[in-house]
């Protein structure tokens, strides 16, 4: 069994910062990529940031410059540093970890529940 648990989200103004959390565990043998999603009402799923086990990342347009990804391998966690956030930031925000359950397997991904974040005066 494999969980991915996310905290942090929540309401912010304008301009303000959040720092979402996100914690895999259970039967991990090793984590690939992990990552933050987010989908808005009436939205699809779109990628936000993703790292690697190297730490190569990869952000979407609309958040580069604005959020930063990092990840702590020893505690198989990843943050997202959000600032300068603006309304359309606003989504349910998933964690996904790509991981291998045992030598010799493969990736899959999995993700979490999702936080919400709502950007708003």
């Known amino acids: 069994q494999v969980r991915v648990v996310e905290s942090g989200g929540g309401l912010v103004q304008p301009g303000g910062s959040l720092r979402l959390s996100c914690v895999a565990s259970?039967?991990?043998?090793?984590?690939?990529?992990m990552g933050w999603y987010r989908q808005a009402p009436g939205k699809q799923r779109d990628m936000v940031a993703i790292i690697t086990s190297g730490a190569t990342t990869n952000y979407a347009d609309s958040v580069k410059g604005r959020f930063t990804i990092s990840r702590d391998n020893a505690k198989n966690t990843v943050y997202l540093q959000m600032n300068s956030l603006r309304p359309e930031d606003t989504a349910v925000y998933f964690c996904?970890?790509?991981?291998?359950?045992?030598?010799?397997?493969?990736?899959?991904?999995?993700w979490g529940q999702g936080t919400q974040v709502t950007i708003s005066s």
């Open positions: 996904v970890a790509i991981l291998r359950t045992q030598r010799g397997g493969y990736d899959a991904s999995y």
């Open positions: 259970g039967s991990i043998f090793s984590i690939n990529s």
